[in-house]
């Protein structure tokens, strides 16, 4: 279990996540076997797995980001070492590495130019992307 | 999405470097239909914003106090979903929110939603 402190500040007229200063002190709570369990404390900008989704308060997308890539780059290594036919093949990608990606997309809230751009591409890839691919 | 159409596409025997709009579009048209993530994404969270606020479930009510949360944070008068009015308030609104995700996409691709919300009035 995690408990997550953050406060909303007021910077430059826009609200963003801070971290919380509650001190230094224990929290447990009670899980469903009775027993007490201490909290995990994370602060704004750690990012925490649940149902397969990376999220912070401050709303960071860094690890959903990279494990989204990852997942890319690993079935792509697997597809290029296999044998797989071309209807296999483009099964394979409008059914299993598709959908995979695109579970988590409707809590996310990437850009098309930015954080979009490193999952398709990864921060290297840019400049040798060709225009087509835009 | 491109190092898995990177192998894919010539797997199946199509050109890698094919345009996106060839891509991307869909069967309909006689084009491949490749998702593509940031649109899937936009259009993913703009039908799951009508459904729960039309069938008025847990989580659309969770969207509603956001929604009004949202309203108070850009301080405008009438609906959010107006796309003219966009480009004034997302200068001063905070922008790490799912919400101002979903009206940045909206304005982007020009889709007008009609979720009633409550709404500011002016000083009398």
Known sequence: MTLKEF????????????DAE??????????????????TRLNCDDESEMLRLWMSPSGQNKKMINS???????????????????????????????????YP????TLTEDREGMHIHYGPGNLRRTPKSWY | MAPEICVALP????????????????T??????????????GRARTSLLIEHCWQQTLTGKLLQISIENHVLDVGLFGYIWDNTRFASYSQWCSRHSWLYSECSFNNEKEISLAIHHVQLVHPK
Not at chain 1, 7 to 18: F, H, L
Not at chain 1, 24 to 39: G, K, M, N, P, Q
Not at chain 2, 19 to 24: A, T
């Open chain 1, 7 to 18: 406060s909303m500040q007021n910077e430059n007229g826009k609200w963003i996540a801070a």
């Open chain 1, 22 to 39: 509650l001190g230094d002190f224990d929290l447990v709570a009670r899980a469903a076997d009775s027993e007490f369990v201490s909290l």
């Open chain 1, 68 to 102: 989204l890539r990852l997942a890319a780059v690993n079935w792509a290594a697997k597809l290029r070492i296999g044998r797989s036919s071309q209807a296999e093949a483009w099964t394979a990608l409008n059914t299993t590495i598709s959908r995979k990606l695109m």
């Open chain 1, 105 to 108: 997309l409707s809590a996310l």
């Open chain 2, 11 to 26: 797997k199946a025997g199509i050109s890698s470097s094919i345009s996106s709009i060839v891509r991307h579009a869909p």
């Open chain 2, 28 to 41: 309909q048209s006689l084009e491949l239909a490749v998702p593509n993530l940031y649109t899937a994404m």
